[in-house]
């Protein structure tokens, strides 16, 4: 029998780094880790160069030393799954559609929850969520594990009383770096197989990632250890270039419709939904 979430305080579940440079600003923080964690020192970055793109550099060096974690269909729920939502928070995403994105994330949430608690005794689903805007703008959640019970509420509760922040820019690669390098690095600590998943939410289209970004992330993707969906919401969406580096580019007319397309994901990385 599927269980509901109960929606609780938020907890401690948003990402804070530490020298954060203002409230509203999450730098791309990840990459110094995986250079620490995967890079002997210089191999790929040089001290002058921007945090963005040592991440990307980081990124392509694990795709390389790290044993590739997805192959390709995977036979029913017996591999879990760890999935990035990377939601778009330019101002072009209107107060009500912002809200319908986190309504919609919630529903997907929902579904990972079921999932897990339909399966006892395996490993579950981890699931984080992050907003977007320009570059080096990225923040969200913690990692949460989806068969808990308190976490997930404590997500539901967030997700309903997230603040729009209405970023100027859309930087999408930039984004699609940072979620690229989370992914892999939380991978890297979990034990066993499962099946890397990022799902990025625009309305619009790309205007402010760096062309070196751009290009590393058409170097790197498509990666066979990173199922990467690409779903653009609305008449503005422009996401007909990720269909060269994407597993799968979906879109929909407007935000209602949102919530089916992440549940759809599922079956796209191969996992039969709950």
């Not at 948003?14 to 440079?21: C, D, L």
Request: glycine share 6%; hydrophobic share 40%.
């Amino acid at each position: 029998m599927s269980r509901r979430i109960e929606k609780t305080d938020d907890c401690d579940l948003v990402h804070e780094p530490a020298n954060k440079p203002s409230k509203n600003r999450r730098p791309n923080h990840v990459a110094a880790c995986m250079c620490l964690m995967f890079l002997a020192p210089g191999a790929l970055a040089t001290a002058a160069e921007p945090a963005t793109g040592q991440l990307l550099r980081a990124a392509l060096y694990t795709s390389s030393v790290l044993p590739t974690q997805f192959n390709g269909g995977y036979a029913g729920r017996s591999v879990p799954a760890i999935v990035d939502v990377v939601l778009d928070a330019s101002a072009s995403v209107s107060e009500s559609d912002f809200r319908k994105a986190g309504e919609a994330v919630s529903r997907f949430a929902q579904e990972l929850y079921a999932r897990s608690h339909d399966h006892p005794g395996e490993r579950s689903d981890w699931l984080t969520v992050n907003w977007f805007g320009g570059e080096d703008e990225f923040r969200g959640t913690r990692w949460i594990n989806c068969s808990n019970t308190v976490e997930m509420a404590a997500l539901a509760a967030h997700l309903e009383s997230r603040k729009h922040p209405k970023h100027d820019s859309t930087a999408i690669y930039s984004a699609l770096a940072a979620a690229t390098a989370e992914v892999r690095e939380h991978d890297s600590g979990l034990p066993g197989l499962y099946a890397s998943i990022v799902i990025l939410v625009t309305d619009g289209q790309d205007n402010q990632s760096p062309e070196e970004i751009k290009q590393l992330m058409r170097i790197y993707y498509p990666d066979d250890s990173i199922i990467l969906v690409i779903i653009g919401v609305g008449r503005g969406a422009d996401v007909a270039e990720f269909e060269s580096i994407a597993d799968d580019v979906d879109t929909v007319d407007n935000f209602d419709a949102l919530g089916a397309a992440l549940i759809a994901t599922l079956e796209v990385a191969g996992l039969f939904a709950p």
